[in-house]
Structure formats: C-alpha cells, structure tokens
C-alpha cells in the first residue's frame, strides 16, 4: 500500500507529521506538502511560475507550490508509481460547509480524486488555540481501517471533521451532509510600518447550521464528521430550466 499524505498548513507543520504517523501501520508512507502555509488555497495549480522541489528526508519532499501542485506532482513526477490512497491534513482547524470551497485540505485531496485515486482530507476542530492532533490520531486510523474494508467509490472523497476535546467530549462516528457556515464578511485595514494601508480577509464571526446531520452540527456534538464530496459541480437537476437559451431569437 503506498499512501500519500499532503496538507496546506506547510511542511512543518505538527498536523502533517501527526497524518504522517497514524497512515504508517497502514502502508509506505510518502509526503510532499508545501513549503509553507497555503490554507485558503482551494483547488488551485501553480501555471505562471516555477515548481521548486526539495527533499527534507527519506520519502518527504517540499514544494513551493499548493497542495493540489503537491498531488500532481507526486503522481506525474516523483512517486515510482501511482498511490492507492491519498490523505491531506490533518489541518489546523475546521473545514466544514461552504469551507470546503476554499480549503486547500480539502482542495489537495479533490486533486487525487480527479486523478481516479481514493483520497480522504482530515481536518481537526478545536475550541480553543490547543490543536491536540495526537488526540486525533485514532480517529484517523478509524476511518482508513473502514477505507480499507470498505473502499471508496470512484469520483467521490471523505471529507473528515475531528472535534478535539476542547469542543466537545468524542461521542462516534457520524456521515453527514455539508451544514451552512455563514461568515461575517470582515474586511480589516490595517496601516503598515511604512505607512501604506493594506486589507486583511477576516471573517472569524462564523453562524452555523447546527442541524445534526450536518457536518458542523455533528462536531459540535462530539461525532468525527464524515462527509462524501466529488468534483462534479454540473447543476444536474436544473438542465432543463435553460432550454430556453437554445432557442433562436426571431427579433434578431
Ligand atoms: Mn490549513
């Protein structure tokens, strides 16, 4: 079993090494993360400069591009050959609801799906400053033991929410659907030291669909959130609501 394991809070950081450990009793472990922090990176590959890739140790490279880039590379690049599952994270930090659009956790594990890989994005969610990843470390090894037994559709991801125990005290397992996060939209001008303005994306007030079956209400709760996700953004089911952009205008 070669497992890949990516993240986008950068190569050091304690989540990635934390994921690193929990997938090793499950296969050889490779892991090519960025250099540095891209959180908020979402899907994105890096077209209009160049990739530097440098090897910290046996099987673990950095990169100066995204977690997406990561994959990419390491599938077409530097693995001998294709991984059977990809793990990103585990992140510092949530990712549920509309978070998953942004997320470069969740962006470097969509990457392997479309390349027809099994892929899972951890994220670990806590209610104070302390991200006490060992604490999710069974959890990871829960759900790759289910994976293992169970298989991952193709096309379709995991996305995996653990609530630390800061926010609420570990009740199970639960599948859910993507809940509602709305942010509050700030946008903070600062003044730098030399005296230019510059804007920072805020947005930490965050209202939540609390709703069980979704996946921030199923952390808040105490449940490891598990929510399929794929690729396909078609609006399948309102096709035919357009048919009217098909017809010939007469007036013309
Ligand atoms: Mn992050």
């Not at 639960?174 to 805020?202: E, F, H, K, Q």
Request: charged share 20%.
């Amino acid at each position: 079993m070669l497992i890949l394991v990516t993240n986008d809070d950068g190569l050091l950081a304690p989540g990635l090494r934390a994921l690193h450990d929990a997938a090793s009793r499950f296969g050889e472990v490779y892991v090519v993360a960025p250099e540095g922090e891209r959180s908020g990176s979402s899907h994105a590959i890096t077209l209009c400069e160049p990739l530097r890739v440098r090897e910290f140790g046996p099987r673990w490279w950095g990169l100066s591009g995204t977690p997406t880039d990561c994959v990419f590379i390491a599938i077409n690049h530097l693995l001998q050959r294709r991984p059977d599952l990809v793990l990103s994270g585990i992140n510092r930090g949530p990712n549920l609801g509309g978070d998953v659009l942004y997320s470069g956790t969740v962006g470097g594990a969509m990457e392997a799906t479309v390349q027809h890989i099994p892929a899972i994005a951890f994220s670990l969610v806590s209610a104070t400053d302390d991200y006490p990843f060992s604490h999710a470390q069974p959890h990871v090894a829960h759900v790759l033991e289910r994976v293992m037994r169970h298989g991952i559709p193709d096309g379709v991801m995991l996305n995996v929410n653990i609530p630390a125990p800061s926010l609420a005290p570990f009740r199970g397992y639960r599948v859910t659907r993507l809940g509602r996060r709305i942010y509050s939209n700030d946008v903070i001008v600062r003044t730098d030291p030399r005296g230019a303005s510059y804007l920072w994306i805020g947005g930490t007030r965050v209202t939540m669909d609390m709703s069980p079956q979704t996946d921030s209400g199923a952390v808040h709760e105490g449940f490891v959130s598990i929510t399929p996700l794929r690729p396909d953004l078609m609006a399948h089911e309102v096709l035919g609501k357009f048919t009217a952009f098909e017809e010939e205008d007469t007036c013309l």
